[in-house]
């Protein structure tokens, strides 16, 4: 027993070595996929189910390695979030992301930009944002931060005061998976979000199961009582637009809807599709 403990140690020592290991390759890939200009920012469109129009994008990061293809940010946010470079990489996607829908011909789109709770720090992500609308010079209004619960864990004053300072210059915060923390619930109560998104993984068991059906209509109820729009996300067939849509839900995000691409061939497959 004694020997196949320390086997069995030597086995786990070697693991974590090697997820050390590879966590290193990955943070120093980060740093200079920074310097090289190795990211790019695809964009997933949000419809409304009340009049079927696109309402907005949200910005997802892509990170194109030049030898291991595209790697997917949730192999590297993590890493970029332990290692603090997430700061440089979540600036760089706020900037980018403002600057190109600033550009975008319907001035009516809004864009979301994901903040993690690692990159946000009071007194400093305010100035961020607003840099980033004068750079740009996108209307405050079309601007939404995506932040999740993890943030409002430590529920400090700072950062309460900071999420109502980004608010009052105009732009929108959002709650992210939703639903899938401790206390969601609770923190709705704090601080006066403007959007929850419902978490892929109760969307993803819609129709299926009469208990996640019944979570997925009390938040959307919820949602309405508190004058919060409701976006769905990971929408993948019909038949969840048809439960969402019966319980009142006003937005949806989804592979059905689009896969995070660039905004110019969003634009070409909705004009093939309108041609038909
Ligand atoms: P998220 O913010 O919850 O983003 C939604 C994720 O769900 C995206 O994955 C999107 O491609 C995927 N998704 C959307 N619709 C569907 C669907 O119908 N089915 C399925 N199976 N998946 C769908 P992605 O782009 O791989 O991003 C994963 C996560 O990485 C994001 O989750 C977010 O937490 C993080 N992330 C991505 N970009 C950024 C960024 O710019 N900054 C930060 N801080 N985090 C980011
Ligand atoms: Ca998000
Ligand atoms: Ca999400
Ligand atoms: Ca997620």
Same mark, same amino acid.
Request: hydrophobic content about 40%; proline content about 3%.
């Given at each position: 027993?004694?020997?196949?403990?320390?086997?069995?140690?030597?086995?786990?020592?070697?693991?974590?070595?090697?997820?050390?290991?590879?966590?290193?390759?990955?943070?120093?890939?980060?740093?200079?996929?920074?310097?090289?200009?190795?990211?790019?920012?695809? +964009?997933?469109?949000?419809?409304?189910?009340?009049?079927?129009?696109?309402?907005?994008?949200?910005?997802?990061?892509?990170?194109?390695?030049?030898?291991?293809?595209?790697?997917?940010?949730?192999?590297?946010?993590?890493?970029?979030?332990?290692?603090?470079?997430?700061?440089?990489?979540?600036?760089?996607?706020?900037?980018?992301?403002?600057?190109?829908?600033?550009?975008?011909?319907?001035?009516?789109?809004?864009?979301?930009?994901?903040?993690?709770?690692?990159?946000?720090?009071?007194?400093?992500?305010?100035?961020?944002?607003?840099?980033?609308?004068?750079?740009?010079?996108?209307?405050?209004?079309?601007?939404?931060?995506?932040?999740?619960?993890?943030?409002?864990?430590?529920?400090?004053?700072?950062?309460?005061?900071?999420?109502?300072?980004?608010?009052?210059?105009?732009?929108?915060?959002?709650?992210?998976?939703?639903?899938?923390?401790?206390?969601?619930?609770?923190?709705?109560?704090? +601080?006066?979000?403007?959007?929850?998104?419902?978490?892929?993984?109760?969307?993803?068991?819609?129709?299926?199961?009469?208990?996640?059906?019944?979570?997925?209509?009390?938040?959307?109820?919820?949602?309405?009582?508190?004058?919060?729009?409701?976006?769905?996300?990971?929408?993948?067939?019909?038949?969840?637009?048809?439960?969402?849509?019966?319980?009142?839900?006003?937005?949806?995000?989804?592979?059905?809807?689009?896969?995070?691409?660039?905004?110019?061939?969003?634009?070409?497959?909705?004009?093939?599709?309108?041609?038909?």
């Amino acid at each position: 027993a004694k020997l196949s403990g320390r086997s069995q140690f030597a086995w786990y020592t070697a693991e974590m070595d090697s997820d050390a290991q590879k966590r290193k390759e990955i943070e120093d890939g980060l740093t200079k996929a920074l310097r090289l200009d190795q990211f790019e920012v695809l +964009f997933q469109p949000q419809y409304s189910l009340i009049d079927n129009k696109l309402k907005a994008y949200e910005s997802l990061i892509r990170w194109e390695h030049p030898t291991k293809g595209q790697i997917s940010p949730e192999l590297f946010i993590p890493v970029a979030e332990e290692s603090g470079l997430i700061e440089a990489i979540g600036d760089w996607v706020l900037f980018h992301a403002c600057k190109e829908a600033a550009q975008w011909e319907d001035e009516s789109l809004r864009v979301a930009v994901n903040v993690s709770a690692a990159q946000f720090s009071p007194g400093i992500t305010e100035l961020k944002v607003a840099q980033a609308l004068q750079e740009s010079g996108l209307h405050p209004s079309r601007l939404e931060i995506e932040i999740t619960e993890s943030l409002l864990i430590a529920n400090t004053d700072a950062v309460v005061e900071t999420l109502n300072h980004i608010r009052s210059m105009g732009v929108s915060i959002a709650m992210d998976d939703f639903g899938t923390g401790y206390s969601s619930l609770s923190y709705l109560s704090r +601080f006066p979000f403007d959007k929850i998104k419902i978490d892929r993984s109760f969307i993803k068991n819609l129709g299926k199961d009469t208990g996640t059906d019944a979570i997925v209509t009390s938040i959307i109820g919820l949602g309405r009582s508190l004058d919060v729009t409701i976006t769905a996300e990971g929408v993948e067939n019909q038949e969840q637009v048809t439960l969402l849509r019966a319980a009142g839900c006003t937005l949806v995000q989804g592979y059905l809807f689009g896969r995070p691409d660039t905004v110019k061939a969003h634009e070409t497959h909705r004009a093939r599709w309108s041609e038909t």
